[in-house]
Every structure is written in C-alpha cells, then in structure tokens.
C-alpha cells in the first residue's frame, strides 16, 4: 500500500517549519487562537473548580451533605450536559459556522454560570451545571476546529494545542480560585458564578473576529474568504490556499447532500479516521488524566499526605506541571509529529502508571511495618507516589493532552469535519464521566495499586493502537490528509474512489 511521505520522517527532530515564527508573529493568527482558546479555558475551569466548591455546598445545603447521589449528581451533571452538547455541537457547527457556535456555547455557558450562582436549591444548582456543560460541550467542538481550519499548515498542531493549554490553565486558575474565595461569604457562589466572565469576554471578541474562512469559502462566501486568508498569509502562499479550497469546493459541490450521522459510517475512509480519532479520545481519558485531576488531592492523601493544605498545595504543583508539559508538546508537535510524540508520551505514562502502583502497593503491605508506616519508610513512600504521579503529568501532558484534539481537528473532509468532529468529542466526555464515576468505586474493590496498574495496561493497549491505527499528519494541508485516508482505505488507486460516496 502507497502512503503519501510524510514530512520529516527520518526519525530525527525536526527543525521548525520554514515560516513558523512569522506565522507566531502574527497577532491576528495569534489573537484568534487564544480567543477560540477562551473556550478552552472554561472547560478547564470548570472541571478543577467544582472539587473546591463542593466542599461548600454540602455546607449550605443539609440535603447534599446526607446524600451521596445528590454530590455524584452536581458534579456529574456538568459530564452529561457536555456529552449533549458535543454531539449537537458537531451539527450546528457544519449548518451554522464556527463562529455561531462560539457565541452559543458563551451565551449557554454564562447564563449556566449564573444560573449556580444564585441558585436557591441544590436542583437548580443541578440545573445550571447542565446548562454548563452544554455550553463546554459545544465548545470543546468548535474551537479546536476553528482554530485548525485558520492554521497554516506547518504550524497547525501547535495552534491547536494552544486550546490544550488554555484548557490547563483553566484548571490551574480554578485551583487559586478555590483558595482565594475560602474565607469570601457565599464562597461556591463566587467560586462558580466567576466563570461567566471569561464566557462574556469571548463573547465580545468573538464579535470582533471573522468565521472560519475555509466554511466561508465552502459556504458561498468566498470573498469573505478570501479577505480573512489575505490577514494570514502573504500573496503567494494566499494563491495556493485559494487554489486548494477551490479544488476542495469543487468535491464537496460534487458530493453535496445533507450530512447525517449514520453517514460517517458509510465511507470506508471516513470509518477509518474516525475510528482513530474517537479512539484517541477514549484513550485520553481511560488513560486516567481525569483521574488525575479531579482526585490529585485525594491520591495525595492516599499516598499519606493527610494535611489538606499540603494536599492541595502539591495538586497546585501538579496543574502547573500539567500547563508547562503541555508548552512543551505546543512547541514539538509540528516538529516530531503527533504519531511520534503521542508514543513517546504513552511510553512514559506506562513507567509513571508503573510507579504509582509499587509505590502504593509497598505502602499496602508488610514491606513498611505498620510501626513505620508513618514513620521514615512511610514517608518515603509518599514521596515515590507523588513523583510517579509528577512524572505521569510530565509525560502526559505534551502528548496524550494536545495530540487528540489536533488530530480530530484536521483528519475528517470538510463536510464531515463538525459532525466527526462532535461524535468524537461525545467518545471524549462519556470515557470522562466513566472514569470520574468509577474510579473510587475501583480503588474500593481493588485497591490503589491495582487500579493504577489496570490503567497501565490501557495505557499499553493505547500505545498498540496509536502504532497501528493513527496516521501522521503533520505538516500536511487537509487535502492531503484526505488523500491519505483514501489511500489507506483502498491502498493507492484511492484516488480513483469517491471520497464521501464510496461504500464499503
């Protein structure tokens, strides 16, 4: 089977993309990624913010504090609202833009937002942490796309991970918040009801940017088009950016009809990248960042920590790490490529996994005597835990963190890219509730240890797949990524097939 060369694929880093720091240079390009990335943030603040403010809610509300479920239900209620939301997202995306969706995600988002925070009971707290999530459903669709279809190219995977960053810091953000609101009265009120501002700002910005010139184009605006490609690329390049979106009408004029669902299993190409894509966000979760996330002050405490300030001090350490290994993968993955870099990561989260689990299981046996459990050994290895646990963010963060995202952003045609775009989004925030609903159910039934060491080995299952399933695309502009696909589909008469209409 024939496969298009890859850039740099001898195996060796490689230099930066001829252009790139032009390309950062440009404060336009610049300016719509961090402001499709705001989006990003919000799904970052969200997630790290609702550990803290919980604490206060079963303050003030009896009823959650005597019900389990009821806890379960506020922080989970945000998961299913965002599993909604992506998977109508990826539909209002391909019918209405990029940019319409954006603002519907801030409006749903604020008004969520502020709807917790004057919320008089916990079920129209439930309420508004669904209106949320629809609002971070939508909008863990849309950004990564719109800032994907804006990209040059060469640099395209680092621009999108800019949204992965946003994301961390959100989180980070979310964890000072939680400390600075401790001692304000009505503190999960601010705690949740801040987040609407980062919501309203994008709003305004978004006002002030154009739609995504590539569903323009394929929209029937191509003037409009045209004149957002002329603010990124210079004369030259913008005719051949013009002449690929005119060769990518064509097919998609070719091949116009409405865009179902059930569609994306028809094409045997189209079957193949999503199943890489939707596969690589399962794994981004079942891979236990989340986990790690949510729970990083509990796993201290299991690890032997059991001041909650020191906790929580070394969960702050651990979202900072998670943002500075996700600069790290920004500024690899258009030079190694995602394949590579995603390997590289697993193949760390693999040891880090291994660590955790030796060093919780040497806690749980006779190894350190229960006289010096608490003792130096004891604390020894609360320290090994708490480096496995840095490592496993170290080496997750610049891989397994931007590279699903980037890949889904570019790896389905145009006409598909907002519904695969969703379906895979949804993969994303169902493995998130999974995991986040079972992951101390687990530790009950098999301990600390085992659970790790049952997410290694999906982890190592993870580094099988990436291996054999996930393409490289790095460098390549998004007709080559079809034409890639196509090729592994019907190996190299591919392009004698349709691209959307062949059936498998």
């Not at 790290?48 to 009821?70: C, T």
């Not at 046996?365 to 609360?382: F, I, K, P, V, W």
């Amino acid at each position: 089977m024939t496969i298009l060369s890859m850039p740099g694929s001898s195996g060796m880093l490689d230099p930066l993309p001829t252009g790139r720091m032009s390309y950062f240079g440009n404060w336009y390009v610049l300016g719509l990624t961090v402001t499709a990335g705001i989006g990003g943030f919000l799904f970052g603040y969200d997630t790290g913010v609702i550990s803290g403010a919980l604490l206060y809610i079963r303050d003030d509300f009896k009823v959650v504090n005597e019900n389990n479920f009821l806890q379960e239900t506020i922080v989970s209620m945000a998961l299913v609202g965002a599993m909604i939301g992506a998977a109508g997202g990826g539909w209002v995306n391909d019918a209405y833009g990029r940019k319409r969706a954006t603002l519907l995600a801030d409006v749903v988002f604020a008004i969520g937002s502020l709807v917790m925070c004057a919320a008089p009971d916990p079920y129209v707290l439930i309420f508004g942490r669904l209106l949320v999530g629809l609002g971070i459903g939508v909008a863990s669709v849309t950004a990564p796309v719109y800032i994907a279809e804006a990209s040059p190219s060469e640099i395209r995977g680092g621009l999108v991970g800019t949204n992965v960053l946003m994301i961390t810091c959100g989180q980070f953000l979310s964890y000072l918040v939680n400390l600075a609101f401790t001692e304000v009265s009505g503190t999960w009120r601010w705690m949740l009801g801040v987040a609407a501002v980062p919501a309203i700002l994008q709003f305004i910005l978004m006002l002030l940017l154009p739609e995504s010139p590539r569903w323009l184009y394929l929209n029937n605006e191509k003037a409009k088009a045209v004149a957002v490609l002329a603010k990124i690329y210079d004369s030259d390049r913008l005719e051949e950016e013009i002449d690929q979106l005119a060769a990518a009408s064509d097919d998609e004029f070719q091949s116009e009809k409405s865009v179902s669902y059930f569609d994306v299993f028809k094409s045997k190409e189209l079957r193949l990248a999503f199943f890489a894509g939707a596969g690589l966000q399962a794994f981004q979760q079942f891979t236990g960042i989340n986990t790690v996330m949510y729970y990083s002050p509990t796993i201290v405490q299991m690890a032997g920590f059991s001041s909650n300030q020191l906790a929580l001090l070394l969960s702050l350490i651990v979202a900072a790490v998670n943002a500075a290994g996700t600069i790290v993968g920004i500024s690899l993955i258009d030079r190694c490529g995602r394949r590579r870099l995603a390997l590289t990561s697993l193949s760390g989260v693999i040891i880090s996994l291994l660590i955790l689990s030796g060093a919780f299981f040497l806690q749980s046996t006779r190894l350190c005597d229960a006289h010096t459990l608490h003792g130096n050994c004891g604390s020894s290895l609360g320290w090994f835990a708490v480096l496995g646990l840095a490592l496993y963010i170290a080496f997750f963060s610049p891989g397994m963190g931007p590279v699903p995202w980037a890949v889904n952003s570019e790896i389905y045609p145009e006409a598909y890219r907002g519904v695969c775009g969703g379906m895979s989004a949804t993969v994303n925030w169902l493995s998130n509730l999974i995991v986040a609903q079972t992951f101390l159910s687990l530790v009950s039934v098999v301990g600390t240890s085992g659970t790790f060491l049952i997410i290694a080995a999906v982890a190592m299952a993870a580094f099988v797949f990436v291996a054999h399933f996930v393409l490289e695309t790095k460098g390549l502009t998004f007709e080559q990524v079809e034409k890639l696909w196509r090729e592994r589909a019907w190996g190299s008469d591919g392009s004698q097939q349709s691209l959307l209409g062949a059936e498998a």
